[in-house]
């Protein structure tokens, strides 16, 4: 009686310690949450424009997930354009929020920037869609005042409209990013320039709905456009993990093959060698460190060599 006594001692005290265990276990799982990440979603459900963004997010978080712990990425919902993106932010709308922008010394000052150019500089070389009955009208141009009798169209809120008013081109700004195929094609306005890392899928995509629609064959425009992640004042750790997620993966080169197969496809097609490249300025850097240039894919120097 006694030793079966003992041996039932021994198992209740067995299964306290194992219910122990378990019960420090599940405390440890539920203290390991998972950190939701928000990125802005597409203007409609053909824009392809925030795939990358989305795919460049996972891959610094994948990065990072040994050190920081799992993550969730949510997007906004569409129809949202830059203006009211911005808005959003300084509202606090959605809690741990990255978007990315072509910065400005404004949004230096005002929100917390990793200054890791998210699409290798690219974006700042800008080939226009035209109507194509168009196709040869615009090749005689060999400067900008050769634009300054053209009505460009861009969207409301975007950098790119600044830059071209400030030197001396006119811009009709839309607020609808559709909007501006449309009208390009129906030649009420005269181009519509898109950066060559973008021009490629907006033209697969838009095409069958806007047939006369039409990629410029013989200018192009260059200015400097960092793209940069930027997120709220105060977001410093979960921008701090970014960061450190974007430079191991190009240190390790998983960042350029992603870049490689989003980007290069589009970057070849529009034969930037054989055009006539515009150089404009961009007033609206004045205070960021050009460190960021090392990332940098530069055609500037492919163009003019």
Known sequence: MNIRGSNGGVCIVT?????????????????????????????????????????????????????????????TSENINLGRLLLQMDKGIYSNYF????????????????????????????????NKQRKDEFCPITNIEGLSNKIIVQGIGWLDSEILKYNGINVYALSNYRSMFEIVTLKRVDLFFRAINEIKNEYDVEHIHYPDLYIEPCIALYYPLPRFFVTDKNNVENANRIEKGLKIAYEDGSFITLWEEYFLNSIELVNLQKRTLLKLENPFIQKLNTDYQKYNYSLLEKVTN
């Not at 400005?104 to 869609?129: C, M």
């Open 99 to 130: 978007f990315k922008v072509s910065v400005t010394d404004e949004l230096l000052d005002n929100f917390h920037v990793i200054r890791f150019p998210i699409d290798r500089g690219v974006s700042g070389y800008r080939i226009a869609f035209i």
């Open 15 to 75: 299964k306290l310690i194992v219910c122990f265990f378990l019960s420090c276990l599940m405390t440890n799982i539920s203290y390991a949450k998972t950190t939701v990440f928000t990125y802005k979603g597409p203007e409609h459900s053909g824009d392809q424009r925030y795939i990358y963004v989305q795919k460049v997010l996972e891959l610094a978080l994948d990065k990072t997930k040994t050190e920081y712990g799992d993550y969730e990425l949510k997007q």
